[in-house]
């Protein structure tokens, strides 16, 4: 089963992925950071196109 990966020390906190894909990324407002929600299911339709829209390029599919 693939995993979604964002690298926190490259995000930029611009929060395209959680507009694109609010069902696997969520934000963290203190840390302005994105993260993938636990339990989330990586393999959503949108989970690509978030990836693609992501201009820091820090979210990755393994």
Known sequence: ????IIDHDECIGCEACVETCPA???F???EEKA???EGSDPDE???DEA???CP???IEKV
């Open 1 to 4: 089963m693939a995993e979604i």
């Open 28 to 30: 963290n407002d203190e």
């Open 45 to 47: 339709d949108c989970v």
């Open 56 to 58: 820091a390029e820090c």
């Open 35 to 37: 993260y993938v929600i």
């Open 51 to 53: 990836i693609a829209s």
């Open 24 to 26: 696997v990324f969520e």
